[in-house]
Nanobody, 117 residues
């Protein structure tokens, strides 16, 4: 069964850090681009970061560039999102995503991040 499961969300203070994890099962994880999206309450889902298969560096939305780091451990079928210097505007549900083919998109159920003092 193809599945993505996120973890690591929670409450952080402004300036703090959190690390999100996403474990993929049921597909050849290492060969696929992995992405993190987020959706603030009442707003549209937006792409945060992407990392290609067989790569160790990613691309970022301007809003998180220099603060977030995406990485992957293919031996563990896991993609991470290290979030540093968190801001209240980073509050959202964060989703892991991959596309296995033209017709097959896979989303995780999401993990909630709240940044508040």
């Amino acid at each position: 069964q193809v599945q993505l499961v996120e973890s690591g969300g929670g409450l952080a203070h402004p300036g703090g850090s959190l690390r999100l994890s996403c474990v993929g099962t049921g597909f050849n994880f290492r060969t696929f681009t992995m992405r993190w999206y987020r959706q603030p309450d009442g707003k549209e889902r937006e792409l945060v970061a992407s990392i290609l298969g067989y790569h160790d560096s990613g691309d970022y939305a301007d809003s998180v560039k220099g603060r977030f780091i995406i990485s992957r451990d293919d031996a563990k079928n896991t993609v991470y999102l290290q979030m540093n210097n968190l801001k209240p505007e980073d509050t959202a549900v964060y989703y892991c995503y991959t596309r296995l083919g033209l017709q097959t998109e896979v989303w995780g159920k999401g993990t909630a991040v709240t940044v508040s003092s």
